[in-house]
C-alpha cells in the first residue's frame, strides 16, 4: 500500500503547488462558493413537527394525515385555568372575556373550545334546545349552581374542558394553516375539482404559523395574567413551538461557545494570530456554505440537524489543526511558507483525507434510517465535513501563500516537556505489558456491557424540555389532574354506508367509551374516550324530558338515524368530527397520558385487540399522535441497526485502506468500537434511553474516534519501517502525532461537553455522549491499540511472518 | 316555494383599505338589488328535492325531500317531509320565517320512530340545514336593508353560463346581522335579462372558509324563474372540502292544496 499512500502524497503536493502559485484565483472561487451559499441562508426554515421524522410514503404516515383530511386536526392548544377560588360567576366572566378574545385575536383560527361555547342539548317543555353553555350567563349563585349541575350531566365535558375536581378549566384551540385566497383568484373558485396539490407540510401547520399562534396565544394570556388565577400552556401545536424556541436558544448559544472554544485551543496552541484566523475561517466559511446549502435544497433545520453547525466547528477544526502544526514545524526550521505548505499537506493530506471520509461515512450511514430527519442528517453532514476539507486544502493555503505569518523560532530538540515523558512512559506500558493492558480494557469492555444492559428504546419529547420548562410542567399537570394531555384516534370502519346507526355499533361505541378507560396495561391508563354515541345520548335525553335514564342508546335504528337529524337540524356541526358523511366510518377519541411511546408499543396492541373483538367484522384502525410516536421508535430501532452496520462496513474497509494491512485494521476497529460499548454503559448507568437524540451517537462517534487512529496508524507505520522496535516505533509515533492527537480530542472534548449547557435535555445528553466517547477513544488509541499492535506483531513475527 | 336561488347574502366586511376609507354603497347597485328582492319567486308551491352530500373523499350522502311552502304576508311558512333514506323517512321538518328581526324564527321537527314533534330552538341562522354546505341564512329570505351594495372593483359584469350578470358587493350594515347570518360578505351574481342571483360567494365570519353557490339549473315554471339545480361547495383556499347538491323536480305553484292550514304541527305529523 505504500505506493498507494506516495501516489496520494504526491497529488496533495502538487495540488497545494498549483493552490500557490495561482493563490488569488483560488482565494476568489472560495469566497465566491461562499457567497453563493451564504445568499441562501435567509432561506432556511425550522422544523420541529412530529411529522417532520416520517417520510411521506410512511403508511403510519399516511393513515394519519387521511385521519385529519377526514376528521380535522387532533392537534390543540390548551390552556389550563386553574382559579383560586374555584369556579365563581366572577371566573366565568373572566373566561368568557378570554374566550372571546382569542377568538378574535389568534390566527389560523379553526376552532375554539371552552365551557363558553361548551354544546349543551337539553330540553325545555316541549322545545329541544342546543346552545353554548354560557349563552345564558348565570346571573346569581342559584343559577352558578343549576349551571354546574348541567356540566355534572354531561359527561363530554369532564377532563377535556373541566377536570373532574372541577379545579382545572381548559381553553383548546384548534388552528389550521390556511392560505388566503388572493380577490383575484375567487371567481376561479366556481371551476370544480380544482385538485389539492398541496403538499402535506403545507395542509397543515408549519412550524412557523405554530410559532406565530404560539405567541398570539401568549400575548393573550400576559394582558389576562392576574394573582387568582394559574395559567398553563401545553398541547402539541405548543410542544413544537417551545421545541422551535429550544432550538433557536441553544444554537444562539451552542455555536458561538464551539467557536469560542476554537478559538481558545488555537490561540494556546499555536500562540500567533494565523494559527487562529486562518483554521477559524476555512471552518466558519465551510459552515457557512453547508448551512447555505440546506437553504438551497429545502433541508430544514430539526432536532437533530440543528447539532450540526456546532459539530462542523468543532470537527473542521482537527484538520486545518493537522495541517498548520506540521506547516509551523517546517516553517520555523527552513523559513519558506509555500515549501513548508505543500509539505504539510504532502505529509498530512492522505490522513486529512482518510479522517474526513471515515467522519463524512460516519454521518452517511444515517441516508439509510428510516426516521426522515436522521436521512436529511445523513445528506447533509457528510457534505458539511468534506466542503471543510475543500476549505482546508484549498483556502488554507491560499491564505497561508497570500498573508504574512511570522516565521518564529524552532524548538530546541534536546527538551523533553512533560508530554513527551508522558508519551515515553505510555509506549513503555503498553509494549511492554500488552496482555495486562489488553485484559483491564477487556474487563472495563464488560463491565460496561453489563452497565448497558438495562438500556431502553424510548420516545418522549417532553423529557427532552427542563423539568422546570412551562409546557412540561402544564402537561405533567393535565396529565395528572386530568389523567390525560394527548389524543389517540380510533377508525371504525363498519363497512357499509349507516353502518354506524345500527343499534349494535352505536351501543358498542357506548360500552367503549366507559371500558377503555378502565383498562389498564403496562403501566398505562386512559382518561377518557367519546364518540357519536355521547351525542346520540345526548339528544336522547332531551327527547325524554331530561331524564336520567334516558341518556342511553335507543335500541331502535330508526330512532338513532331521526334523533341524529334533529341533532344536525339544530345547526350544530358537531357531528362531523365523530362520523364520516355516510355514517360508515366511526370515530371514537381517546384521551391519554403524555408519557414514553414504548409503553404504549403494547397498549396500543391489546387496545387493538378489545375492539376488534368489540366490533367484529368493522376494520380498526389506531391513529393520532400516539401510534406515530410507537411507529417512530420502531423506525428508529430500525435506522439504528442500518446506520451502524454500514458505518461499521464502511469504516472499516476505509482503515484496510489506509492502514493497507487487513487485520491489523480489523484490530484497530476492535479499539473503535471500545468508546461505543463505554458510551452504552454510560446511558445505563445514568438512566439515558436510545432515542432521536441519542441513537445516532454510535455512528457519529465512529466516524470520530477512528480519526486520531487513522493518524497513530499512519504515523506508526512510518515510524514502525525507521524502528522496528515496538517501544521505540510507539513512542516516536506518539511524539510525532501525540500532542495533536490530545489537542484535537481536547477541542472535540470540550466543543461536546458545551452542550452541557445546553436548554433541551436531548442535547445535554448528546454532549455528554460523545464527549465522553472521545476520551474514552483517546484512552483506547493511547493504550489498548498499541497493546493490540504489539501483540499482534509478536504473534506474526512467532509465525515467521512478516508484520 | 322560496326559491333558493333567491338566497342572498348579508355580509359585513369592515373593508380597510390603506387610507381607511370607509365603504360606500352604490346606488345602482342597491337599486338592482331592490328589484332582486322585489322579483316574484312563486307562492304555494309543491316541490321534490334530492339533497346530495359530498365530502372531500367523494363519498355522498344523498336524501330526498318533497318540499312545500307559502308566503304569509312577508313571512314564509315552509314543510318538507323525508322521503329517503328509509331510516328517515316520514321525518317532518315545519318552518316560521319571520321577516321582522325582532320575532325568532320557529321550527319543528317530527320524528315517526318516536311518534314526537320536537320544537328546536333555532338560535341563528348561521349554523348548517341538515348538514349540509347551506345554512339556514341561506334558506330563508334576506331583507334587502340590511345590507350596503356596490358593483365588485374587479368586475362590474361578467358572464355566467352564456349570460350576462351584474358582480355586486353585499355587505351588512351591522354587527348583529353579522352574527345572525353568518356572514360577512356576499358577492353575488345577478343575471341582468331576469334579476336571478345565479352564484355568489360567500365569505363566513370565521375566515377560514369560503362558500361558492352556483345554479347550475335554472327554468321558468309557472313563468316563475326556478332554480332547479343548485350547487353549495365550501372551499378552504383553493382546496374544495365539501359539497352539497339540490336538485329541484316537479315545481308546481300556486296549488290548492297548499294553504296555511298545511303549515301546522298536526299536518306536519302526518306524513307527507
Known amino acids: 500500500m505504500t505506493w498507494v499512500h506516495n501516489r496520494f502524497e504526491n497529488w496533495f503536493r502538487r495540488l497545494t503547488a498549483l493552490v500557490c502559485r495561482r493563490k488569488y484565483l483560488a482565494l476568489f472561487l472560495m469566497l465566491g462558493l461562499t457567497g453563493v451559499m451564504i445568499a441562501q441562508l435567509p432561506k432556511i426554515t425550522i422544523d420541529t413537527r412530529d411529522e417532520g421524522f416520517f417520510y411521506e410514503d410512511d403508511p403510519a404516515l399516511i393513515t394519519y394525515n387521511n385521519f385529519r383530511e377526514r376528521f380535522g386536526t387532533d392537534d390543540a392548544f390548551i390552556i389550563t385555568l386553574r382559579p383560586q377560588k374555584g369556579i365563581t360567576r366572577e371566573f366565568l366572566r373572566f373566561l368568557k372575556q378570554l374566550h372571546t378574545e382569542l377568538e378574535d385575536k389568534v390566527p389560523y383560527l379553526d376552532e375554539i373550545s371552552s365551557l363558553v361555547n361548551a354544546r349543551l342539548v337539553r330540553a325545555e317543555n316541549d322545545t329541544l334546545i342546543v346552545e353554548g353553555l354560557l349563552d345564558d350567563f348565570p346571573e346569581n349563585d342559584a343559577e352558578l349552581d343549576k349551571l354546574m349541575a348541567q356540566i355534572d350531566r354531561f359527561p363530554m365535558y369532564d377532563k377535556l374542558l373541566i377536570s373532574e375536581d372541577r379545579s382545572l378549566v381548559s381553553i383548546m384551540i384548534r388552528a389550521k394553516a390556511v392560505k388566503e385566497l388572493p380577490e383575484s383568484e375567487l371567481f376561479a373558485g366556481f371551476e370544480d375539482n380544482q385538485p389539492d396539490t398541496r403538499k402535506d407540510i403545507d395542509k397543515y401547520l408549519s412550524n412557523s404559523e405554530s410559532t406565530e399562534i404560539t405567541q398570539a396565544i401568549k400575548d393573550v394570556l400576559s394582558r389576562y395574567r392576574r394573582n387568582d388565577v394559574e395559567m398553563f400552556f401545553s398541547g402539541t401545536p405548543a410542544v413544537i413551538a417551545e421545541l422551535q424556541a429550544s432550538i433557536e436558544k441553544d444554537l444562539s448559544t451552542l455555536v458561538p461557545l464551539a467557536a469560542l472554544i476554537a478559538l481558545t485551543f488555537l490561540t494556546l496552541l499555536f500562540r500567533r494570530v494565523s494559527g487562529v484566523l486562518f483554521p477559524i475561517t476555512v471552518v466558519l466559511l465551510s459552515l457557512l456554505s453547508t448551512l447555505g446549502i440546506m437553504a438551497m435544497v429545502g433541508l430544514p433545520i430539526t432536532l437533530l440537524t440543528q447539532m450540526l453547525p456546532s459539530f462542523l466547528v468543532i470537527v473542521g477544526i482537527g484538520d486545518s489543526v493537522h495541517i498548520m502544526t506540521i506547516f509551523y514545524r517546517i516553517y520555523r526550521k527552513t523559513g519558506d511558507k509555500e515549501t513548508a505548505i505543500i509539505d504539510a499537506l504532502g505529509f498530512a493530506g492522505l490522513p486529512v483525507l482518510m479522517t474526513s471520509l471515515t467522519t463524512a461515512c460516519g454521518l452517511m450511514s444515517f441516508v439509510f434510517a428510516d426516521v426522515a430527519s436522521v436521512a436529511q442528517l445523513g445528506y447533509i453532514a457528510p457534505i458539511g465535513v468534506m466542503l471543510a476539507l475543500v476549505y482546508t486544502v484549498i483556502l488554507l493555503p491560499a491564505l497561508i501563500c497570500i498573508l504574512p505569518i511570522k516565521q518564529g523560532v524552532p524548538m530546541p530538540e534536546h527538551q523533553l516537556p512533560v508530554a513527551d515523558r508522558i508519551f515515553t512512559w505510555i509506549a513503555t506500558v503498553t509494549t511492554h505489558r500488552p496482555f495486562l493492558v489488553s485484559g483491564i480494557s477487556a474487563v472495563l469492555v464488560l463491565l460496561a456491557i453489563v452497565a448497558a444492559l438495562p438500556v431502553r428504546f424510548s420516545h418522549n419529547t417532553l423529557k427532552w424540555f427542563p423539568e422546570s420548562s412551562d409546557v412540561r410542567v402544564s402537561t405533567d399537570l393535565l396529565d395528572q389532574v386530568n389523567g390525560g394531555s394527548i389524543m389517540m384516534e380510533v377508525l371504525i370502519d363498519t363497512g357499509h354506508d349507516n353502518g354506524l346507526l345500527e343499534p349494535t355499533v352505536m351501543e358498542g361505541l357506548s360500552e367503549a367509551s366507559e371500558e377503555i378507560p378502565r383498562m389498564e396495561y403496562f403501566g398505562i391508563k386512559t382518561a377518557k374516550a367519546w364518540s357519536l354515541a355521547d351525542v346520540v345520548k345526548e339528544t336522547n335525553r332531551a327527547l325524554h324530558e331530561d331524564r336520567e335514564e334516558a341518556y342511553a342508546i335507543p335500541d331502535d335504528r330508526q330512532l338513532i338515524a331521526q334523533e341524529i337529524i334533529l341533532f344536525e337540524a339544530s345547526g350544530s356541526n358537531d357531528l362531523e368530527k365523530f362520523a364520516d358523511m355516510t355514517y360508515r366510518v366511526g370515530r371514537l377519541s381517546i384521551l391519554a397520558p403524555f408519557c414514553d411511546a414504548i409503553l404504549y408499543t403494547e397498549y396500543n396492541a391489546k387496545l387493538q385487540d378489545y375492539l376488534e373483538k368489540k366490533f367484529p367484522g368493522a376494520k380498526i384502525t389506531l391513529t393520532g399522535k400516539i401510534p406515530l410516536f410507537v411507529k417512530l421508535i420502531r423506525n428508529v430501532i430500525t435506522s439504528m441497526a442500518k446506520s451502524y452496520i454500514f458505518a461499521l462496513v464502511v469504516i472499516t474497509a476505509l482503515m484496510i485502506f489506509m492502514v493497507g494491512r487487513v487485520w491489523i485494521s480489523l484490530m484497530s476497529m476492535i479499539a473503535n468500537v471500545v468508546p461505543i460499548i463505554g458510551v452504552l454503559g454510560i446511558m445505563g448507568l445514568k438512566a439515558i434511553p436510545l432515542d432521536m437524540s441519542t441513537m445516532l451517537v454510535g455512528s457519529l462517534i465512529l466516524g470520530l474516534v477512528v480519526d486520531d487512529t487513522i493518524h497513530f496508524l499512519h504515523h506508526f507505520r512510518k515510524a514502525h519501517e525507521q524502528h522496528p522496535d515496538m517501544e521505540t516505533a510507539v513512542r516516536m509515533t506518539l511524539f510525532s502525532t501525540g500532542r495533536a492527537m490530545v489537542i484535537t480530542s481536547l477541542v472535540l472534548c470540550a466543543g461536546f461537553f458545551t452542550y452541557l449547557l445546553a436548554y433541551l435535555e436531548s442535547n445535554v445528553r448528546y454532549g455528554l455522549l460523545t464527549g465522553s466517547a472521545v476520551i474514552l477513544a483517546l484512552a483506547a488509541d493511547f493504550f489498548l491499540v498499541p497493546a493490540m499492535l504489539t501483540i499482534a506483531y509478536k504473534f506474526k513475527t512467532q509465525k515467521g511472518d512478516a508484520p | ?272
Open chain 2, 1 to 272: 316555494m322560496k326559491v333558493l336561488g333567491y338566497a342572498f347574502i348579508s355580509a359585513l366586511l369592515v373593508l380597510n383599505t390603506l387610507m381607511g376609507a370607509a365603504w360606500a354603497e352604490d346606488p345602482e347597485a342597491r337599486s338592482i338589488m331592490e328589484k332582486v328582492d322585489a322579483r316574484d319567486d312563486g307562492n304555494r308551491s309543491i316541490s321534490d328535492m334530492q339533497m346530495v352530500l359530498i365530502n372531500k373523499q367523494g363519498r355522498k350522502r344523498v336524501r330526498e325531500l318533497r318540499s312545500y311552502g307559502i308566503d304569509k304576508g312577508d313571512d314564509h311558512l315552509s314543510l318538507m317531509f323525508f322521503l329517503s333514506p328509509a331510516d328517515v323517512s316520514d321525518t317532518g321538518f315545519l318552518t316560521y320565517d319571520y321577516d321582522t328581526p325582532d320575532k325568532e324564527d320557529e321550527q319543528w321537527l317530527y320524528l315517526p320512530a318516536l311518534k314526537k314533534t320536537k320544537r328546536i330552538a333555532a338560535g341563528d341562522k348561521s349554523g348548517s340545514f341538515m348538514g349540509s354546505d347551506f345554512s339556514y341564512a341561506d334558506l330563508t329570505s334576506r331583507r334587502v336593508d340590511d345590507y350596503k351594495y356596490s358593483f365588485n372593483k374587479q368586475q362590474r359584469e361578467a358572464v355566467v353560463y352564456g349570460k350576462k350578470v351584474w358582480v355586486i358587493d353585499a355587505i351588512p350594515k351591522d354587527e348583529k346581522i353579522v352574527t345572525e347570518t353568518g356572514y360577512k360578505r356576499a358577492i353575488v351574481f345577478v343575471r341582468q335579462d331576469n334579476l336571478v342571483i345565479v352564484r355568489a360567494i360567500y365569505f363566513p365570519e370565521d375566515g377560514n372558509t369560503i362558500k361558492y353557490y352556483d345554479v347550475k339549473g335554472l327554468e321558468l315554471i309557472d313563468n316563475i324563474w326556478t332554480a332547479t339545480e343548485i350547487h353549495m361547495t365550501t372551499k378552504k383556499g383553493k382546496v374544495t372540502e365539501h359539497k352539497t347538491i339540490l336538485t329541484f323536480s316537479n315545481v308546481k305553484y300556486d296549488q290548492e292544496s297548499v294553504n296555511e292550514d298545511l303549515f301546522t304541527t298536526r299536518r306536519l305529523e302526518k306524513g307527507p
